[in-house]
């Protein structure tokens, strides 16, 4: 069936990194452009990066930029998310959704299950 | 960045209609999309495009949007529909997709 199915989350100690990855199937994932989307406990959504079908365009929250870098393998039909220098602050569950694109309207039409990354020393 | 306010909750009675705002500068030229979050589940999207309904969400489930206001409306709400619920939309300016806060929808 149609899913997306979220993995590598996990305890990380402040300034570590963590390189999650999403696996897509039942449509073809190289066609979709995809996106990361986390929420800390308690609270709301707060997306984070997108990239295009074939990878060469991507783009990423402030919060974010410069730490985390999205990334893809269409013949794995799989999404990544690296983390980098991570904060008591990134501690979140993460969420990889797929991107409907229509002119400038997109939404997120596919979402996984997510995974819980916990920053705690 | 661009800002999207919703009210923290919203309280109906089973089979009353309850409605979701969603507030935003002339948010009424941006196309609103919402999602349902249930404890512990991931969001599903139930309106798009302003009003547009993906397969198998209920008739009860509807959108409007004009002006600094978007609404989501659901119709003789049942205890299912308690969950939180989100707005959405994708900010051209900044190429960011926003969110509202969220608001927890209870069912009396």
């Known amino acids: 069936q149609v899913q997306l199915v979220e993995s590598g989350g996990g305890l990380v100690k402040p300034g570590g990194s963590l390189r999650l990855s999403c696996a897509a199937s039942?449509?073809?994932?190289?066609?979709?452009?995809m996106s990361w989307i986390r929420q800390a406990p308690g609270k709301g959504l707060e997306w984070l990066s997108y990239?295009?079908?074939?990878?060469?365009?991507?783009r990423h929250a402030d919060s974010v930029k410069g730490r985390f870098t999205i990334s893809r393998d269409n013949a794995k039909n799989s999404l990544y998310l690296q983390m980098n220098n991570l904060r008591a602050e990134d501690t979140a569950v993460y969420y990889c959704?797929?991107?409907?694109?229509?002119?400038?309207?997109?939404?997120?039409?596919?979402w996984g299950r997510g995974t819980l990354v916990t920053v705690s020393s | 960045s661009y800002v999207l306010t919703q009210p923290p909750s919203v309280s109906v009675a089973p089979g009353q209609t309850a409605r979701v705002t969603c507030g935003g500068a002339?948010?009424?030229?941006?196309?609103m999309h919402w999602y349902q979050q249930k404890p512990g589940q991931a969001p599903v999207l139930v309106v798009y495009?302003?009003?547009d309904r993906p397969s198998g969400i209920p008739e009860r489930f509807s959108g409007s949007n004009s002006g600094n206001m978007a609404t989501l409306t659901i119709s003789r709400v049942e205890a299912v529909d308690e969950a939180d619920y989100y707005c959405?939309?994708?900010?051209?300016?900044?190429?960011?997709?926003?969110f509202g806060g969220g608001t927890k929808l209870t069912v009396l």
């Open positions: 039942g449509f073809t994932f190289r066609d979709y452009y």
């Open positions: 990239i295009s079908t074939s990878g060469s365009t991507v």
């Open positions: 002339n948010i009424g030229v941006k196309s």
């Open positions: 495009d302003d009003s």
């Open positions: 959704a797929r991107v409907m694109t229509i002119v400038n309207n997109w939404y997120f039409d596919l």
């Open positions: 959405q939309v994708w900010d051209t300016t900044s190429d960011y997709a926003v």
